[in-house]
């Protein structure tokens, strides 16, 4: 049962539980692996917004996913596998979802620069950083479609054979496809496998043509690289917002204070990509 409890604080990010229902159904329709959505909690039911899904047997934790050997036969082949289920999730009908948030390049860079510049303690990297996005936007907007708006490495679940499921879809939006490729080689969700760009266990090339081979689309290279150096900001902007939170003394898990400290890297990922290293 995925569901947020009654008294919770709303989060401010994503859509209502209910409507993350309708589009795990709709896609599932569509092909994409996904769990089977068995009933939406109602309120006479009493346990606050939320829905009950099938279980799913599998893996969801990267560090095992990337080292443990009985996964070695899907870590061959979850590249090609995410390219051909991201295809999938980008021809699905707009028009029989429920209504989504959009974006697209120019909205989410004014959105990060507000973030950047709203900043207790702005960092010179991310700015640099906003310059760079300024500078690179894409030529031409690409399709808009239905995005993931998480897929990466922790939101899939992995059995011995590769990928099972795509998980947490709150925070899909309609937007560029060229950013769902985007987020899942971000270098934070690699787990140290650096040198494996999709998600650490393949690299973009597989990733690209198995999409290009479902989608009958082509995949923008300039576009991807664009997106990816926004989702490395967005992660360093997140991880610098519990920083911030653990300053300000307000209620902060062990976790999101852990996380505080991944700003630092994220800069040196920002780095890297303006140099022409990633």
């Known amino acids: 049962m995925r569901r947020r409890a009654q008294g919770k604080r709303v989060q401010t990010e994503g859509m209502d539980l209910s409507d993350e229902a309708r ?3 709709i896609v599932r329709e569509a092909g994409v692996p996904a769990p089977e959505v068995e009933y939406v909690l109602s309120t006479e039911d009493g346990l606050g917004d939320g829905f009950i899904m099938h279980r799913i047997e599998g893996e969801t934790i990267p560090a095992r996913i990337l080292r443990e050997p009985r996964f070695g036969s899907a870590r061959q082949v979850m590249a090609r596998q995410c390219g051909e289920i991201l295809a999938r999730i980008h021809r699905v009908k707009i028009e029989a979802l429920p209504p989504l948030g959009a974006f697209d390049a120019d909205s989410e860079v ?12 702005p960092r010179p990297v991310f700015v640099l950083a906003l310059r760079w996005l300024r500078q690179n936007r894409p030529v031409e907007e690409g399709r808009r479609v239905l995005t993931h708006g998480d897929f990466r490495m922790g939101n899939l679940m992995i059995g011995e054979e590769g990928i099972r499921a795509v998980l947490d ?5 309609i937007g560029d496809p060229m950013s769902d490729l985007a987020w899942l080689c971000v270098p934070s969700w690699r787990f140290g ?3 494996q760009p999709v998600g650490g266990v393949g690299v973009r090339e597989d990733l690209f043509v198995a999409y290009e081979a479902a989608s009958g689309k082509r995949v923008d290279r300039a576009a991807v690289r664009f997106w990816e150096v926004v989702g490395a900001l967005r992660w360093g902007l997140i991880c610098e917002s519990n920083l911030a939170a653990l300053r300000n003394e307000q209620p902060i898990s062990v976790e999101r204070a852990v996380i505080a400290r991944r700003s630092s890297e ?10 022409g290293l990633e």
């Open 193 to 195: 496998r650096i040198d």
């Open 23 to 25: 589009v795990i159904a």
């Open 169 to 173: 879809w709150e925070l899909a939006r």
């Open 110 to 121: 004014d959105r990060l620069t507000r973030s950047v510049e709203t900043g207790a303690n």
């Open 266 to 275: 994220t800069e040196i990922d920002l780095l890297r990509y303006m140099a």
